[in-house]
């Protein structure tokens, strides 16, 4: 199972970002997925999650209304657009992949590396 997350970057307060995670090595399709992320000094936090078909999709209340996630099953591609971005949004992204759709991160069986997310003028 391999899941490689990129887009992170520096981005001033009120930009966008795209983050993409690229699956191989198992049945993507088959799979619910989430973006969780880690700000310095603090735990894991459940940002998104989205279930095999696409058509569920849940958010954390800090980003609601301004991150959407989305999926392509047939590119095994998971995206996370990110718009309005504030200093708090600041944090290491990880995409993680479960067989049901949750909001607890413990729920979560393969992760990827992370993609730094830098928000700072």
């Known amino acids: 199972v391999q899941l490689q997350a990129s887009g992170g970057g520096l981005v001033q307060p009120g930009g966008s970002l795209r983050l993409s995670c690229a699956a191989s090595?198992?049945?993507?399709?088959?799979?619910?997925m989430a973006w969780i992320r880690q700000a310095p000094g603090k735990g894991l936090e459940r940002v998104s999650s989205i279930n095999t078909g696409g058509v569920s999709r849940s958010y954390a209340d800090s980003i609601a209304g301004r991150f959407t996630i989305s999926r392509d099953n047939d590119q095994n591609t998971l995206y996370l657009q990110m718009n309005s971005l504030k200093p708090e949004d600041t944090a290491v992204y990880y995409c993680a992949a479960a067989k049901w759709a949750s909001r607890e991160v413990a729920a979560y069986d393969y992760w990827g590396q992370g993609t730094q997310v830098t928000v700072s003028s």
């Open positions: 090595g198992f049945t993507f399709s088959n799979y619910a």
